[in-house]
């Protein structure tokens, strides 16, 4: 099935570093979202983008909306050990049924 | 507010059975999607459902199909499964249908499958 362009695929990082992450697609999306899976457990939502050029952000998040309406990055700032775990991001079109469309995922480390 | 409840945890069976998941939904929300996750993948869409109607299917094969109930929970059941159906499924509710509105989506913590 179709994917996200989701890159990197993992980051090793020191704890307080900063994080970024993105996501690109072939396809114009008119919602763009950021969830973080734990092992065992179902996406958590983090951010949800409607508008292109929007910037939002949730705490030490934040997440921009493309200007191409193509793609969306992620960005954690002063990163700490519970930010562990798989990062997607996942898009949706107009009268799709609002079906999400996800990346492969970031794995992301966190090193004391 | 209770969330999004799946059920059961984890199940396993053989090749060629049949299985069914179950889905209750966020209160307030009126749409549940239902996704497939291999392993080192991101979730696939199988189908959504809103007002007890399919709503939108991904690229999965009948055997996989799903209803909603009046109170807006779900099923999701697969037939003949084959070993390519191990998998998380995770299913994902909405408050929002047809008529416009955001695509917010809130998921369970997913039915582990094996098939052996």
């Known amino acids: 099935g179709q994917q996200l362009n989701q890159s990197p695929q993992s980051m090793f990082i020191q704890e307080g570093e900063d994080v970024s992450m993105n996501c690109t697609s072939s396809?114009?999306?008119?919602?763009w979202l950021w969830y973080k899976q734990d092992p065992g457990e179902g996406p958590v939502l983090l951010i949800a983008?409607?508008?292109?050029?929007e910037l939002t952000s949730n705490g030490r998040l934040t997440a921009q909306f493309g200007i191409t309406r193509k793609d969306s990055f992620l960005n954690i700032s002063a990163s700490i050990p519970s930010d562990v775990g798989i990062y997607f991001c996942a898009g949706a079109s107009s009268g799709s049924a609002r079906q999400l469309t996800f990346g492969s995922g970031t794995q992301l480390t966190v090193l004391p | 507010e209770t969330g999004v409840t799946q059920s059961p945890t984890h199940l396993i069976k053989t090749r060629g059975q049949q299985v069914t998941l179950r889905c209750s939904s966020q209160s307030g929300h009126n749409t549940v999607s239902w996704y497939q996750q291999a392993l080192g993948q991101g979730p696939q869409f199988i189908f959504q459902?809103?007002?007890?109607?399919?709503?939108g299917r991904g690229n999965f094969p009948p055997r996989f199909s799903g209803l909603q109930f009046p109170n807006y929970s779900s099923e999701l059941n697969v037939n003949a499964l084959e070993l390519d159906d191990s998998a998380l499924y995770l299913c994902?509710?909405?408050?929002?249908?047809?008529?416009?509105?955001?695509?917010?989506?809130?998921f369970g913590p997913g039915t582990r499958l094996t098939v052996l």
């Open positions: 994902a509710s909405s408050p929002w249908g047809l008529a416009g509105g955001r695509n917010e989506q809130f």
């Open positions: 396809s114009i999306f008119n919602t």
């Open positions: 983008l409607y508008k292109a050029g």
């Open positions: 459902y809103y007002r007890e109607e399919e709503n």
